[in-house]
Every structure is written in structure tokens, then in C-alpha cells.
């Protein structure tokens, strides 16, 4: 166990823009393209990544100063203190069998591609922390590490076939060919698209909101940079910067202006490796796809999910301050990615409904993150990490993905008749998503020219 935790740290420390590139390099090498060219696209995926991370960082620092100013004038103390997902994630490494997972959805992985039950090879490898922390929470109140595992496992298998079910909407979405997003966060889904299409019985709600049509209707107001500096000043006025508030506009438009440009990276990066790895599976296995399995990132050159994250700050620090049963303070993870990026594929951009949608997972996300801080608390305190811990507080992850899912889960294994009732209407639910999902595709290859209309008819 240990000599397996050692591999499994040296390849994470590594971080995701070393390793990445290197897994791009080598998948590169096998598919057929020349040493020069996998390791161009392999260095530009490194960058691509670093590019966007910068960014994210650049973003939540700006913005997540006026929103921590407004918490602060607000003088509200609650005992959870969320740490953002890095710590959060990080912290579920500590746990004694976490190292395991790595072989697990390897192991799943490549079985479901060798007999054809996946499309997607997962090269997303950080992504295994979400995996080991599923695995944690149902442990830890069923005291079965198995139970853990199993669950963590339904997990993988879902996120694989999630990815299989929207990969040219993924690929229209972003531009780039041959990828596709088996990111947990896109699991909460099956739950986002109904309730998109039920918003769609209110007549506002069908206007297709997106960067798109705000520069068209909005003119100069809809580009990027201005859309940002006017969202940003907001935000920095309610956080009571006075003329501060301008840098901050200034800063997110930058941002929001930097987005589109660092995700044209990835396409540079990835369509020489797509392009190759279709040409030797069509080859070797006539009649079968790949496709290449990656980090959210990739999307966040769409400004809908920065604009859409940014008017929940508000929402969210307000929500925290006056629910009840609330114990956790939106802090460290206050740019809510795991809902806005999701809504951004269910909505397809549709801002009033990404923003709908976000506000009203609020709520979910602040009672899920008050449940599980005492789990998180404890394990700190079982595995030594005392020095992350506050006296008087508990370590709490707010805007973790698949919350509602994971309340579920957890609450299910407490025999909690109401988490039992939604975890079978999720499964029926889930059934139902990856059926609409047949026309969602068809709809996106229609789209995108790959084949005609009357294909389906």
C-alpha cells in the first residue's frame, strides 16, 4: 500500500500540466503522429492549462476580494469554514485507502473500452480525488469501505457513459474534435436538463440569452471585456469598494476577455491528437470511436459560465447568512464552477436559465456542505492534518460537484426514507437523460454538418 501511494504522489505532484502533457505525449506516440508533433501538442496542452488556471486565479481573486469585503461588513460568523475543493480534494488523499482508486478507474476504464460499453479514454487522472472522496463519505457512515468503493465505482461507470451520451455537444460547445467530459460535475445533469426543459414552459425563459445575442441586442455592451467591467464594478460596489469597485470591473473584464483567447490553446493542442487517434481506432477497429476524456477547463472560454457564476456571489453569500440549518460561510470555492459549467452544456448557454438554476442550488449546496463538514472535520483530526483545522470551526467544502447526489447517496445509506425516495426518482431520471441524450446528439451533428437531417428520420 504504501509503495503504491508513493507511485501515485510522485505522478500528482507532478501537477496536471506536466503530467498531462506527458500521458498526451505518449498517447500521441502510440496513435502514430511523429515525436515532433506529439510533443508540440502535448507542450501546448501543458500550456493551455496553466493558461486557463492563471486565469480561473486571476478571476477568483478579483472578484472573490469585493465578495469576501461584503462577508466581512456583514460581521455574520458561521462555525464551517469552507476551504475551496483544492484542500478539500487534497485532504481526501490522507485517507488510508485512497491510492487504490487510481488502478480502479484505470481498471474500469480500459475494460469498458475493450469490450465497447465506453467511448472515452480518461486522461483526467486529478479527477480521481472526486472518485476517493464518494468513497469517503459513504464509509465513513456505513463503516464499509467496500460500500465506499462500490459507490465510487457507480460513479466512474456514469461518468464514462455521461461522456459517452454528450460528446458532440461537448465538441460543438468548445470547438474542439474528438473529446469529452467525464468531469463529475456534469452527472448533476440528469437533474439540470429535465429542469431546463420544464423552465422552457415559461415563455421568458425560451429567449436564448448567450454572449452571443447580448452583443448583438446589447452592442458594445455585450462584449466581453464590457459585460465584464460592468459585473464586476456591481459586484464590488455591493462588496463596499466605493472606487475601488472600477479596478474591479477593469480585472474582470480582463478576465473575461483572456477566457475565449487561452481555450483556443486546446484546440491547437488536442485536434492533431483527435485526428490521430480516430485514424488508428477506424484502422484497427473498424466501426468503433475514441474519444480523448478531460478536465472542465476546456469550456471556460465561454464568458455564460463566468457571467453566470458571478451573479450567484451575491445570491450565495446571502442565502448562507439567513438559511436555516446553515453552519458553512460560501469562502474558498465561492466561484461556483461545478453548477455553471454543468448548466452551461444543459442549458446550452442559455444564460436566464444557467443563472436560475445556480441560484437555486444554493440552498442545496450550503445543506449538503453543513452535512458532510463534521466528516470532513474528523478526518483532519484521524489522519494529523490538524494545521488546516481553526479552533472553534469545521472544515467544510461549499460548491462541491454532485452535492445534491452525494447527500443523496450518503443520506441514503443513513436509511433516510426521503434520500432513498430521490435517489430511485435520480435513477429513474438518469434512465430518461441518457435516452434524450440520443436526440441532443443528433441535434448537435446536424448542427455541425457531420451528417444531414433526414439521417434520423
Same mark, same amino acid.
Given at each position: 500500500?504504501? /509503495?503504491?501511494?508513493?507511485?501515485?504522489?510522485?505522478?500528482?505532484?507532478?501537477?496536471?500540466?506536466?503530467?498531462?502533457?506527458?500521458?498526451?505525449?505518449? $498517447?500521441?506516440?502510440?496513435?502514430? #503522429?511523429?515525436?515532433?508533433?506529439?510533443?508540440?501538442?502535448?507542450?501546448?496542452?501543458?500550456?493551455?492549462?496553466?493558461?486557463?488556471?492563471?486565469?480561473?486565479?486571476?478571476?477568483?481573486?478579483?472578484?472573490?476580494?469585493?465578495?469576501?469585503?461584503?462577508?466581512?461588513?456583514?460581521?455574520?460568523? #458561521?462555525?464551517?469554514?469552507?476551504?475551496? @475543493?483544492?484542500?478539500?480534494?487534497?485532504?481526501?488523499?490522507?485517507?488510508?485507502?485512497?491510492?487504490?482508486?487510481?488502478?480502479?478507474?484505470?481498471?474500469?476504464?480500459?475494460?469498458?473500452?475493450?469490450?465497447? @460499453?465506453?467511448?472515452?479514454?480518461?486522461?483526467?487522472?486529478?479527477?480521481? *480525488?472526486?472518485?476517493?472522496?464518494?468513497?469517503?463519505?459513504?464509509?465513513?457512515?456505513?463503516?464499509?469501505?467496500? #460500500?465506499?468503493?462500490?459507490?465510487?465505482?457507480?460513479?466512474?461507470?456514469?461518468?464514462?457513459?455521461? *461522456?459517452?451520451?454528450?460528446?458532440?455537444?461537448?465538441?460543438?460547445?468548445?470547438?474542439?474534435?474528438?473529446?469529452?467530459?467525464?468531469?463529475?460535475?456534469?452527472?448533476?445533469?440528469?437533474?439540470?436538463?429535465?429542469?431546463?426543459?420544464?423552465?422552457?414552459?415559461?415563455?421568458?425563459?425560451?429567449?436564448?440569452?448567450?454572449?452571443?445575442?447580448?452583443?448583438?441586442?446589447?452592442?458594445?455592451?455585450?462584449?466581453?471585456?464590457?459585460?465584464?467591467?460592468?459585473?464586476?464594478?456591481?459586484?464590488?460596489?455591493?462588496?463596499?469598494?466605493?472606487?475601488?469597485? $472600477?479596478?474591479?470591473?477593469?480585472?474582470?473584464?480582463?478576465?473575461?476577455?483572456?477566457?475565449?483567447?487561452?481555450?483556443?490553446?486546446?484546440?491547437? *493542442? $488536442?485536434?492533431?491528437?483527435?485526428?490521430? *487517434?480516430?485514424?488508428?481506432?477506424?484502422?484497427?477497429?473498424?466501426?468503433?470511436?475514441?474519444?480523448?476524456?478531460?478536465?472542465w477547463p476546456i469550456l471556460a472560454g465561454n464568458p455564460e459560465i463566468w457571467v453566470a457564476i458571478i451573479f450567484t456571489i451575491p445570491v450565495a453569500l446571502i442565502v448562507a447568512m439567513v438559511l436555516p440549518g446553515n453552519t458553512v460561510l460560501p469562502f474558498g470555492n465561492l466561484m461556483n464552477v461545478c453548477v455553471c459549467a454543468a448548466a452551461f452544456v444543459a442549458c446550452k448557454g442559455n444564460l436566464i436559465k444557467m443563472i436560475t438554476i445556480?441560484?437555486?442550488?444554493?440552498?442545496?449546496?450550503?445543506?449538503?456542505?453543513?452535512?458532510?463538514?463534521?466528516?470532513?472535520?474528523?478526518?483532519?483530526?484521524?489522519?494529523?492534518?490538524?494545521?488546516?483545522?481553526?479552533?472553534?470551526?469545521?472544515?467544510?467544502?461549499?460548491?462541491?460537484?454532485?452535492?445534491?447526489?452525494? @447527500?443523496?447517496?450518503?443520506? /441514503?445509506?443513513?436509511?433516510?426514507?426521503? /434520500?432513498?425516495?430521490?435517489?430511485?426518482?435520480?435513477?429513474? $431520471?438518469?434512465?430518461?437523460?441518457?435516452?434524450?441524450?440520443?436526440?441532443?446528439?443528433?441535434?448537435?451533428a446536424v448542427r455541425m454538418g457531420w451528417i444531414q437531417e433526414t439521417a434520423s428520420k
Open positions: 500500500m504504501d /509503495a503504491l501511494a508513493l507511485v501515485f504522489q510522485s505522478i500528482l505532484d507532478l501537477g496536471a500540466a506536466v503530467f498531462l502533457p506527458i500521458i498526451i505525449f505518449i $498517447l500521441g506516440l502510440i496513435v502514430g #503522429l511523429k515525436p515532433g508533433k506529439a510533443l508540440s501538442a502535448g507542450l501546448m496542452l501543458g500550456v493551455a492549462l496553466t493558461g486557463i488556471n492563471l486565469v480561473v486565479s486571476y478571476m477568483s481573486t478579483t472578484v472573490g476580494t469585493a465578495a469576501q469585503a461584503f462577508v466581512e461588513n456583514t460581521g455574520v460568523q #458561521l462555525t464551517g469554514l469552507d476551504m475551496g @475543493w483544492a484542500p478539500a480534494l487534497g485532504l481526501c488523499w490522507n485517507w488510508k485507502y485512497a491510492f487504490l482508486m487510481f488502478p480502479v478507474q484505470i481498471g474500469i476504464n480500459v475494460i469498458m473500452l475493450v469490450l465497447g @460499453w465506453t467511448k472515452t479514454l480518461n486522461v483526467d487522472m486529478w479527477n480521481v *480525488a472526486n472518485k476517493i472522496f464518494t468513497a469517503f463519505l459513504v464509509a465513513s457512515v456505513t463503516g464499509s469501505a467496500v #460500500l465506499g468503493f462500490a459507490a465510487a465505482i457507480i460513479q466512474i461507470v456514469l461518468e464514462l457513459k455521461n *461522456a459517452d451520451a454528450t460528446k458532440n455537444q461537448i465538441t460543438e460547445l468548445t470547438g474542439v474534435p474528438g473529446i469529452s467530459m467525464p468531469h463529475p460535475m456534469f452527472l448533476s445533469n440528469i437533474i439540470f436538463y429535465p429542469f431546463a426543459k420544464l423552465l422552457d414552459k415559461i415563455p421568458f425563459m425560451r429567449y436564448q440569452l448567450n454572449a452571443a445575442t447580448l452583443k448583438d441586442k446589447l452592442g458594445i455592451f455585450g462584449e466581453n471585456h464590457v459585460l465584464g467591467f460592468i459585473v464586476g464594478t456591481i459586484v464590488g460596489l455591493v462588496g463596499g469598494q466605493g472606487s475601488q469597485a $472600477l479596478l474591479t470591473g477593469v480585472q474582470a473584464g480582463t478576465a473575461l476577455t483572456l477566457f475565449p483567447m487561452v481555450s483556443k490553446l486546446f484546440m491547437t *493542442a $488536442l485536434t492533431p491528437i483527435s485526428d490521430a *487517434a480516430n485514424s488508428f481506432i477506424k484502422k484497427r477497429f473498424p466501426g468503433r470511436e475514441m474519444v480523448i476524456g478531460l478536465d445556480s441560484w437555486l442550488m444554493c440552498p442545496i449546496l450550503s445543506w449538503s456542505a453543513s452535512d458532510f463538514a463534521p466528516m470532513l472535520t474528523d478526518l483532519a483530526i484521524s489522519t494529523g492534518s490538524t494545521d488546516i483545522l481553526i479552533e472553534g470551526q469545521q472544515l467544510a467544502w461549499w460548491g462541491m460537484d454532485i452535492a445534491e447526489i452525494r @447527500w443523496m447517496a450518503v443520506e /441514503a445509506c443513513r436509511v433516510n426514507p426521503i /434520500a432513498i425516495a430521490a435517489l430511485a426518482g435520480f435513477a429513474v $431520471l438518469a434512465f430518461f437523460f441518457f435516452k434524450w441524450q440520443k436526440k441532443e446528439e443528433h441535434d448537435a
